[in-house]
């Protein structure tokens, strides 16, 4: 025990440093963990004062952050931008920005690559299937921008990062060629986007209020803290590379430049941001909110991040409407029904 060890003064000073490597290594939800059930076994007031903060910690990290407290398969059901996905038999696609080429994530954990068009003839070519024990609930998936074969996976147990051979040459299930890239706390993937060079890859995670920036080449993560607003459900590069779009649990989603990554954070929304989609010059953002039929705009100019909160404009109403057909009641016999929010 720290307490049997350590002065009074040292006890408080461990607890402190504790708590923040608990947190770097081991996600906020095991350091409260660790550190309640040391303070419960001390004596020492320092400690004492420690656990009352714990205690209040996590009464705050259950109305703030509950999705520790949720399985990993909630987690995806609840923030997967598939609709219904714990029963979708296929889970998410991609296709390869500049060849005939699909990714596919199937339910069983498999990814199945397919040559849409086969390079020796007009037919479909042949299909790869990739399989490998880290590729658990699959999420989201998306193809390196300049590259022929670098596929991004994002599962519960982090993000995987595939080579594929193009054209495909065999139909068995490999696992040899993946390189896993897993950060301590930051699990149960929902979102990967890959930047407009390719050489970085951002992921999103809804148990962990952090923004992972991957520099692939080099295998190295870089965490930006997101100190309010719960974890990250979705992020998005601009086409520019100039900004970056995250989106979390709660009704807060924010821009990053990615020169100096400092963002700039909309928390005015009715509901936590669904959807969201960037202009092909990177300068417009066009989104839409949970429980909000309707579409919003932003507009950015130039590299400085603008204070948006009051210039979100509203650009279509999406609200349920029910038309009649050939002059009949629409009260007696509605034919057509059109609008709801927005799913992706």
Same mark, same amino acid.
């Given at each position: 025990m720290l307490s049997g060890h350590l002065s009074p003064h040292g006890v408080q000073l461990a607890l402190y440093l504790y708590l923040a490597i608990c947190r770097r290594y081991h996600g906020l939800d095991r350091a409260l963990e660790i550190l309640l059930d040391e303070a419960e076994s001390s004596s020492s007031s320092p400690v004492k004062a420690c656990l009352y903060c714990v205690r209040s910690l996590r009464k705050l990290q259950a109305v703030f952050f509950p999705q520790p407290h949720l399985s990993s398969k909630d987690i995806c059901a609840k923030f997967s931008a598939t609709r219904l996905? =714990?029963?979708s038999v296929i889970r998410c696609f991609a296709m390869h920005p500049r060849l005939q080429k699909v990714a596919i994530a199937r339910?069983?954990?498999?990814?199945? %690559?397919? #040559? !849409? %068009? =086969? &390079?020796? =003839?007009? /037919? &479909?070519?042949? $299909?790869? !299937?990739l399989r490998d024990k880290q590729q658990v609930d699959v999420t989201c998936i998306q193809w390196a921008p300049h590259c022929s074969n670098l596929l991004a996976v994002g599962s519960r147990g982090g993000i995987l990062l595939w080579t594929v051979d193009h054209p495909v040459t065999t139909s068995r299930l490999l696992s040899s060629w993946v390189r896993t890239e897993t950060v301590p706390g930051h699990c149960v993937i929902t979102s990967i986007s890959w930047s407009p060079h390719g050489d970085l890859l951002i992921s999103a995670s809804p148990v962990d209020a952090h923004l992972v920036v991957w520099d692939v080449m080099l295998g190295v993560a870089t965490r930006i803290s997101v100190a309010t607003g719960g974890g990250l459900v979705a992020v998005a590069w601009s086409? #520019?590379?100039? *900004?970056? !779009? +995250? +989106?979390?649990?709660?009704?807060?989603? /924010?821009?990053?430049?990615? *020169?100096?990554?400092?963002?700039?954070?909309?928390?005015? @929304? =009715? $509901? /936590?941001? /669904? @959807?969201a989609c960037w202009s092909p010059n990177g300068?417009?953002?066009?989104?839409a909110l949970e429980r909000d039929p309707s579409l919003y705009y932003l507009l950015f100019q130039g590299e400085e991040i603008t204070d948006g909160s009051a210039v979100a404009i509203k650009c279509a109403d999406l609200s349920p409407c029910v038309h009649s057909v050939d002059g009949e009641d629409v009260q007696r016999q509605p034919r057509l029904r059109t609008g709801s929010c927005i799913q992706n």
């Amino acid at each position: 025990m720290l307490s049997g060890h350590l002065s009074p003064h040292g006890v408080q000073l461990a607890l402190y440093l504790y708590l923040a490597i608990c947190r770097r290594y081991h996600g906020l939800d095991r350091a409260l963990e660790i550190l309640l059930d040391e303070a419960e076994s001390s004596s020492s007031s320092p400690v004492k004062a420690c656990l009352y903060c714990v205690r209040s910690l996590r009464k705050l990290q259950a109305v703030f952050f509950p999705q520790p407290h949720l399985s990993s398969k909630d987690i995806c059901a609840k923030f997967s931008a598939t609709r219904l996905w =714990s029963r979708s038999v296929i889970r998410c696609f991609a296709m390869h920005p500049r060849l005939q080429k699909v990714a596919i994530a199937r339910q069983d954990n498999v990814v199945e %690559i397919k #040559d !849409l %068009i =086969s &390079p020796t =003839s007009n /037919r &479909p070519g042949r $299909s790869v !299937l990739l399989r490998d024990k880290q590729q658990v609930d699959v999420t989201c998936i998306q193809w390196a921008p300049h590259c022929s074969n670098l596929l991004a996976v994002g599962s519960r147990g982090g993000i995987l990062l595939w080579t594929v051979d193009h054209p495909v040459t065999t139909s068995r299930l490999l696992s040899s060629w993946v390189r896993t890239e897993t950060v301590p706390g930051h699990c149960v993937i929902t979102s990967i986007s890959w930047s407009p060079h390719g050489d970085l890859l951002i992921s999103a995670s809804p148990v962990d209020a952090h923004l992972v920036v991957w520099d692939v080449m080099l295998g190295v993560a870089t965490r930006i803290s997101v100190a309010t607003g719960g974890g990250l459900v979705a992020v998005a590069w601009s086409p #520019d590379g100039r *900004r970056v !779009l +995250t +989106t979390s649990t709660m009704s807060v989603f /924010r821009v990053w430049e990615t *020169r100096n990554w400092t963002c700039d954070k909309w928390t005015n @929304a =009715s $509901s /936590r941001c /669904r @959807a969201a989609c960037w202009s092909p010059n990177g300068e417009t953002m066009v989104f839409a909110l949970e429980r909000d039929p309707s579409l919003y705009y932003l507009l950015f100019q130039g590299e400085e991040i603008t204070d948006g909160s009051a210039v979100a404009i509203k650009c279509a109403d999406l609200s349920p409407c029910v038309h009649s057909v050939d002059g009949e009641d629409v009260q007696r016999q509605p034919r057509l029904r059109t609008g709801s929010c927005i799913q992706n």
